[in-house]
T-cell receptor, first 112, second 112 residues
Framework: QQPVQSPQAVILREGEDAVINCSSS?????VHWYRQKHGEAPVFLMI?????EQKGHEKISASFNEKKQQSSLYLTASQLSYSGTYFC?????????????FGKGTKLSVIP | DAGITQSPRHKVTETGTPVTLRCHQT?????MYWYRQDPGHGLRLIHY???????DKGEVSDGYSVSRSKTEDFLLTLESATSSQTSVYFC???????????FGPGTRLTVT
């Protein structure tokens, strides 16, 4: 089941904050966040594991609510370089869950 | 940057012809993945490998086969290309199943 991301798109001015949400219908072991700029490959930002461990990125943080199967990505004091499409990828807890299922993405545009 | 290359980077082929895409890594990572990316769908997993000669299907595996005879190479084959397989194909690697994934630069495939 593909996770649902919201919003689908957002426009910010430099310095503003943004929150991107990712919601799954299945029990999750981990949530990954990636950013992709136009014409480029996705780049790893953050991983959140069941149990609370988090590996991340300065000025970008995230939360993982295991009970609700939801994750949120927080972008603080946005910069022009934050523009791109953000994808969450979820890994289930079932047997053989060695793969990520990605959401459709959230397009973030930061303007001066 | 993780050492991942994909070849070819661009390919145009005709319906019904076989096509093989190559992913090569120099990181000695255990896991390798093939995704396709289409507008409105995000990244969808085709096949993945968790070791030499160990592969498994992803959510959109129909019409695709893979092989991994060496740790560093993961091949994706379209036995008989169809127009619905026109897409951008990304290879990714990770140290283990719940670790961050590093993506290759992508291959743009057009089937006419």
């Amino acid at each position: 089941q593909q996770p649902v991301q919201s919003p689908q798109a957002v426009i910010l001015r430099e310095g503003e904050d943004a929150v991107i949400n990712c919601s799954s219908s299945k029990a999750l072991y981990s949530v990954h966040w990636y950013r992709q700029k136009h014409g480029e490959a996705p780049v790893f930002l953050m991983i959140l594991l069941k149990g609370g461990e988090q590996k991340g990125h300065e000025k970008i943080s995230a939360s993982f609510n295991e009970k609700k199967q939801q994750s949120s990505l927080y972008l603080t004091a946005s910069q022009l370089s934050y523009s791109g499409t953000y994808f969450c990828g979820t890994e289930g807890t079932g047997a053989g869950s060695y793969q990520l299922t990605f959401g459709k993405g959230t397009k973030l545009s930061v303007i001066p | 940057d993780a050492g991942i290359t994909q070849s070819p980077r661009h390919k145009v082929t005709e319906t019904g012809t076989p096509v093989t895409l190559r992913c090569h890594q120099t990181e000695n990572h255990r896991y390798m993945y093939w995704y396709r990316q289409d507008p409105g769908h995000g990244l969808r997993l085709i096949h993945y490998s968790y070791g030499v000669k160990d592969t498994d299907k992803g959510e959109v595996s129909d019409g695709y086969s893979v092989s991994r005879s060496k740790t560093e190479d993961f091949l994706l084959t379209l036995e008989s290309a169809t127009s619905s397989q026109t897409s951008v194909y990304f290879c990714a690697i990770s140290l283990d199943s719940s670790y961050e994934q590093y993506f290759g630069p992508g291959t743009r495939l057009t089937v006419t």
